[in-house]
């Protein structure tokens, strides 16, 4: 690797900004979602969906080779690659004319923070001391914690002009970062390896977009439907591929040698299912308060801030208890809290709609899990792994949190699309609470662990491995 820049502070300074801008856009574009339902009123909330899906595919499609030519070609030459991209589509989306193109830019947006994320935390981790990068992974989560508690108010502020102020936010906040890393940002990257399996990619987004859309036309086209029965064929037929293709192919987009890391594995399948209860948390709570509350989308926005801010102020803490008990005991505790919020939605909520005494204490108590859990889900995905391969390994663990982010998304929207009332909603608390808990206990079944290194040099089936 090369020397780390003297300037470490605004280097630090610069990859949390690029954090918060692709953190900040889930959130305000989730709060713009009743805004867009009637701007694309033609649509259905299904289809309107891809406006989030599109993004969570394409992300997770890229992620491995992004972390690929990030670790390649040099971590800041793709941090700010990606971060140019990402400003770019997100004024092609302030622009979009019909859903059909603002599908097209979030996908365009996807590919930038495909580059920007596994990047980000591989240029992070090495400006820290070894003993201190499980406080960086904390850093590093609570910035999207306050991205994501900032999002709600910001995007209920900007959406009372036009929706499409939730996308131009970014592009002042991208010309500055931009300008700000290329000049302070040190140049990390490895020794040159195989070329990444693009078709490989391609599999795996045409694999996770036939998921996603049978469960999203599941109910409307019935679970009998030819068209239906064709789309989860080819999801299997994709995943059998994608599977065989990791153990031939010399630079897989699953890559064997991590996930026959157990900690990593294991890691990887809990940020699946908590993301996936993650993605039905924000999607329902802004509908339900939008539309069975009638609250205009500023104030639910402010009634959903809570929750992320909580998750930014524990963010750090999680990281430092993570640090200290391991990401084992933390992450399952958080996880528990995490579910205990979903359910208390769903008893609250019935026939009450008081929000001080409903929603806020729920909110409240899911983002304290948040902020806890996510530390530990990112040291277990992580810290196990050499610190040359910490790109790939946060590239692996953000494309997990995608599909499971795509699949919430998917299950909320086949849940209320046939069915919008309130008790489609509790049902939709009840699969956050449970995705929760598998993804809590999923996460405890990590264990202690052993050397980090060492481990991935069991994993690879070699005796030597780099050095910390």
């Known amino acids: 690797m090369t020397a780390i820049a003297p300037r470490r502070g605004l280097s630090v300074a610069v990859v949390l900004v690029g954090v918060f801008v692709s953190s900040l856009d889930l959130f305000i574009v989730n709060i713009a979602f009743p805004d867009l ?21 394409t992300l997770a499609a890229l992620l491995m080779p992004a972390g690929w030519w990030a670790d390649q070609s040099g971590r800041k030459r793709a941090f700010l690659t990606g971060l140019i991209l990402f400003t770019v589509a997100s004024a092609c989306c302030a622009v979009a004319p019909v859903l059909s193109v603002l599908v097209a830019a979030r996908i365009l947006q996807a590919v ?56 131009l936010v970014n592009i002042p906040i991208g010309i500055v970062a931009v300008f700000v890393g290329w000049r302070v940002l040190p140049e990390i990257r490895e020794e040159a390896r195989s070329t990444p399996d693009i078709l490989g990619a391609l599999v795996l987004a045409g694999t996770v977009a036939a998921i996603v859309a049978a469960i999203v036309q599941g109910q409307a086209w019935g679970w009998g439907d030819t068209r239906i029965l064709g789309l989860i064929v080819l999801g299997v037929l994709g995943v059998v591929f994608s599977a065989r293709r990791a153990f031939r192919h010399p630079a ?114 899911t983002g304290i899990g948040l902020g806890i859990l996510l530390p530990s889900l990112s040291a277990a995905a992580t810290l196990p792994l050499p610190p040359e391969r910490f790109a790939t390994g946060t590239a692996m663990m953000s494309m997990c949190r995608q ?36 993804g809590g206990l999923t996460l405890f079944a990590v264990g202690a662990g052993k050397r980090p290194v060492a481990v991935y040099a069991d994993a690879r089936g070699v005796s030597d491995s780099p050095n910390p």
């Open 403 to 438: 599909v499971g982010l795509a699949l919430g998304v998917a299950v909320v929207t086949a849940v209320l699309d046939v069915r919008p009332d309130v008790s489609a909603f509790h049902t939709a608390w009840l699969f956050m609470a449970a995705c929760g808990l598998a």
């Open 112 to 167: 930038g923070a495909a580059l920007m994320t596994p990047s980000s935390l591989g240029l992070l981790l090495p400006l820290f001391a070894p003993e201190k990068r499980g406080a960086a992974i904390g850093l590093w989560s609570a910035m999207a914690g306050a991205a994501a508690a900032a999002g709600p108010p910001i995007g209920g502020l900007l959406v009372q002009a036009d929706w499409r102020w939730v996308f």
């Open 252 to 365: 897989p987009i699953i890559e064997p040698a991590i996930l026959r890391i157990r900690a990593v594995a294991l890691a990887d399948l809990a940020a699946m299912f908590l993301l996936s209860g993650f993605g039905a948390m924000v999607l329902a709570t802004t509908l339900f308060l939008t539309g069975i509350w009638h609250h205009s989308v500023l104030r639910a926005g402010m009634e959903i801030a809570p929750g992320p801010l909580m998750a930014g102020v524990f963010g750090v803490p999680g990281g430092l208890l993570t640090a200290r008990y391991g990401a084992h005991v933390v992450g399952l505790v958080g996880s528990v809290i995490f579910a205990a919020g979903g359910i208390w939605w769903v008893v609250a909520t019935d026939g009450n709609s008081d929000y001080v005494s409903t929603l806020l204490p729920g909110a409240i108590i």
């Open 37 to 57: 339902l009637k701007s694309f009123s033609s649509s259905s909330l299904g289809e309107l969906s891809w406006v989030l899906n599109a993004y969570a595919i």
